[in-house]
Each structure stands twice: as C-alpha cells, then as structure tokens.
C-alpha cells in the first residue's frame, strides 16, 4: 500500500512537497519478509518519526512482535506534529 503525504514547511509556509510513502508491513510485503523476525529495524524518516511510530503501533495493535529492537534518528521538524 503506497500512501501520498503532505508535507507543508510552517516557516516557510510558500513551500510543500508530495511524496510517496509506504508503511513498514508493505516494504516487508513487497521484499518477501511476512513472517519473519527483524533483528534490529533503524529507522531515519526525517521528521515524520511520530507519524511512523503511530502507524506501526496501530498496524500491529501495540508493539510488534516481530521486531527485536528498533533505533530511531529522531528530527523535531514542525510538519510531524
């Protein structure tokens, strides 16, 4: 599932860009990992940390089994809040 998301720049609210996402049950969808473990998922969306964090707990009713440890580059960007 490809999702379309917005992204306005508050401090310069003349420019926003559109882009494609995909959630992490898609891309492990589309390179053949249902079903298996991660290990260790690192995670670098720039700025769009909460946005992710919500959809994964969401998409997994709470925290996913299937990932062992997750690192996370954490961004404090106006647009994910």
């Given amino acids: 599932e490809t999702n379309a998301t917005n992204c306005a720049l508050t401090h310069r609210p003349s420019q926003s860009f559109h882009l494609p996402v995909k959630t992490l049950p898609t891309i492990m969808k589309e390179l053949g990992h249902e079903g298996r473990t991660v290990d260790l998922l690192k ?3 720039e700025g769009s940390e909460y946005a992710f964090l ?3 707990l969401d998409s997994s009713g709470g925290c996913p089994n299937f ?3 997750i690192t996370l580059e954490w961004h404090h ?3 994910d809040w």
Avoid: G, M, R
């Fill in 43 to 45: 995670v670098d969306v």
């Fill in 54 to 56: 919500e959809n994964l």
């Fill in 67 to 69: 990932i062992n440890q």
């Fill in 77 to 79: 960007f106006p647009w």
